[in-house]
């Protein structure tokens, strides 16, 4: 059966990867970006948003899913952090987040069976220097999806994502040698770091009947990073 799917955010990576899965699978994309002309080639019309200044939004009267990838790396050591830093990543990762989910609900009602997908980071379960930042607004989007998941069952189901380094346009600068792709995938017990295809998968079995019986959840796609020790 065909599902209205929204996704905020999708012109490149994981996002762009769960574009080809849903489209595959016949479903119809109703995505929303700050470059909709990118989307253009998989034959989506796509509505302008950006995460840093949330403008309002139009949906279909009925979402069965909704998926929220637009997201910030921004390592440095805590005291060259300023607090423009942390209200920048708040800003994109929570609080555009919470701007399209609102314009999104009555529709995501609608459905009376519809899942949300958000993205956290390994960085939240797995305290790592240099992460403060990204982790406190990340941990935020985990508390959040707790509450609605609790709010809003049983009609609708959020879940999140929690990857560890994926190797995507957004993480270029972390990957763009042999040498910096080497040593992180040392870094993980699986001794690779995560590919678009691989969290594509995650994101459409969630937004899945597959994953009726599962919300309030945080699954941790991280090569074993933030459970396994291998030494």
């Not at 002309?37 to 948003?49: H, M, N, S, T, W």
């Not at 009555?106 to 992460?131: C, D, E, I, R």
């Not at 929690?162 to 042999?178: F, H, M, R, V």
Request: glycine content about 8%.
């Amino acid at each position: 059966m065909s599902k209205h799917i929204a996704l905020i955010g999708g012109t490149s990576g994981i996002s762009r990867a769960t574009i080809a899965q849903l489209q595959a699978e016949g479903h119809q994309v109703h995505a929303a970006c700050r470059s909709p002309e990118k989307l253009a080639d998989l034959g989506i019309v796509a509505q302008p948003f950006d995460a840093s200044a949330p403008g309002p939004l139009v949906w279909p009267e009925r979402l069965d899913g909704f998926v929220y990838f637009p997201g910030t790396i921004s390592l440095r050591p805590f005291h060259r952090l300023t607090a423009e830093d942390f209200q920048r990543d708040l800003q994109v990762n929570l609080l555009g987040a919470v701007a399209a989910l609102q314009s999104a609900l009555p529709a995501l009602k609608a459905s009376g069976n519809a899942s949300v997908v958000l993205f956290s980071t390994v960085a939240v379960a797995q305290g790592m220097p240099m992460h403060a930042s990204i982790s406190a607004a990340k941990g935020a989007i985990e508390g959040l999806a707790r509450s609605l998941a609790a709010e809003w069952a049983p009609a609708i189901r959020v879940n999140v994502i929690a990857p560890s380094l994926t190797d995507t346009p957004l993480a270029s600068s972390l990957l763009n040698s042999d040498l910096k792709k080497e040593a992180a995938a040392k870094r993980h017990p699986l001794q690779q770091v995560g590919r678009s295809e691989d969290l594509a998968t995650f994101v459409v079995h969630l937004l899945s009947g597959h994953a009726r019986f599962m919300t309030g959840q945080v699954l941790h796609v991280d090569g074993g990073l933030s459970a396994v020790r291998t030494f």
